[in-house]
């Protein structure tokens, strides 16, 4: 480490551990977070412009930036992990029966609508094609039928 280095690190250590310790509720992360601030400083430090901003601001800023990419990542993985859930595979044949019936209300054409977009994976592009209508109307059809399927699915 160099002299100018370890100033730094002397005079900002316990500034920005504060500040992600106030942000960061674990421990061991915002050690981890401490540390890359200052990784980046040290990696950025030739790129710093005292024109532009005083070094404080400077750390600060990378302080800031670096809590705030923790949290975003830590929420990716949130709604990953939330996704990747599976429930348990008997409410999945009730959902899927309840599916059934409620398709078995719509009409024909509502139906076969739902069933290509939705298990086909086609658009509604590709549905109205394949149905030979425009795609406006399968728009309307769409609107539709989802209508219909959430009207009996409050009801029931």
């Known amino acids: 480490m160099t002299a100018a280095a370890e100033v730094i690190y002397l005079s900002y250590h316990d500034k920005v551990s504060a500040y ?61 992990d939330e996704a990747c859930e599976r429930p348990d595979p008997e409410q999945d044949q009730d959902v899927l029966d309840a599916l059934a019936d409620a398709l078995m209300t719509l009409k024909v054409q509502e139906r076969d609508l739902i069933l290509l977009h939705y298990y086909k994976g086609l658009t509604l592009k590709e549905v109205a094609d394949k149905m030979g209508m425009s795609y406006i109307n399968a728009k309307v059809i769409h609107k539709k039928a989802l209508s219909g399927l959430k009207t009996y699915f409050q009801e029931d």
């Open 20 to 80: 992600i310790k106030g942000k960061v509720e674990n421990h061991y992360d915002a050690e981890d977070l401490v540390s890359q601030v200052f990784e980046k400083v040290y990696g950025k430090l030739h790129t710093f412009d005292e024109t532009k901003a005083s070094l404080s601001t400077w750390i600060y800023t990378i302080t800031r930036n670096t809590v705030t990419d923790y949290y975003r990542t830590r929420r990716i993985h949130a709604i990953y």
